[in-house]
């Protein structure tokens, strides 16, 4: 199994780009989260979902979108990058929302 | 407003015994998990507590205490791979993981 993959692994971004990150799980986990850390901060989710078609917001969603359109994917979209979206970004999935999450390598981005 | 805290950074000994606290104020509680997390590395999971008490998995051990919102994780016989920042993490009302700033141990031969 190769567990929870993300890519790009790092990317530059200027003002006002769009991108997409990629995460896919093979585990057949029902529950996927997007988090971001910053540097002496805790990670804060920002999407999350439960399942294929259903999505809902975290704690810090505004400038992101996400879908889940599978199982095993949860892509998030970034529109019009803007610099305190510099930060790491990981993808996690789980079984069950009490259940240990495993975490995907990161993206690290930077917007200039 | 929801809080975790915890040391911003420990220092300790190679096979010595180091205990990191956690003290939370979440609106809810429905568990609360310690992650490990090397530099440049996702975290990983440690332990997961929902009741009071002591659970001991090998060289590490956490502890909770929901009346107090209290958790320490007890690492033994410290190795330097043990090196990395230790991830608190409270499920809230909302089964949404608040999360710690971390501790950043550093292990000293």
């Known amino acids: 199994n190769a567990g929870v993959t993300q890519t790009p692994k790092f990317r530059i971004l200027k003002i006002g780009q769009s991108m997409t990150l990629q995460c896919t799980q093979d585990?057949?986990?029902?529950?996927m989260y997007w988090y971001r850390q910053d540097p002496g901060m805790g990670l804060k989710l920002i999407y999350y979902?439960?399942?294929?078609?259903?999505?809902d917001k975290g704690e810090v969603p505004n400038g992101y979108n996400v879908s889940r359109s599978t199982t095993e994917d949860f892509p998030l979209r970034l529109e019009l990058a803007a610099p305190s979206q510099t930060s790491v970004y990981f993808c996690a999935s789980s079984y069950r929302d009490t259940y240990e999450q495993y975490f995907g390598p990161g993206t690290r981005l930077t917007v200039t | 407003g929801q809080n975790i805290d915890q040391p911003t950074e420990m220092t300790a000994t190679e096979g010595a015994i180091v205990q990191i606290n956690c003290t939370y104020q979440?609106?809810?509680?429905?568990?609360l998990f310690w992650y490990q997390q090397h530099a440049g590395e996702a975290p990983t999971f440690l332990s997961y507590n929902v009741l009071d008490g002591l659970e001991e998995k090998g060289r590490f051990s956490s502890f909770l205490s929901r009346s107090k919102g209290y958790s320490y994780l007890l690492l033994k016989e410290l190795q330097m791979k043990d090196s990395a920042s230790y991830l608190c993490?409270?499920?809230?009302?909302?089964?949404?993981?608040?999360w710690g700033a971390g501790t950043k141990l550093i292990i000293k031969p």
């Open positions: 993490a409270v499920m809230d009302s909302n089964y949404q993981l608040i």
């Open positions: 979902s439960v399942g294929a078609g259903i999505t």
């Open positions: 979440t609106s809810g509680f429905n568990g």
């Open positions: 585990m057949n986990h029902n529950y």
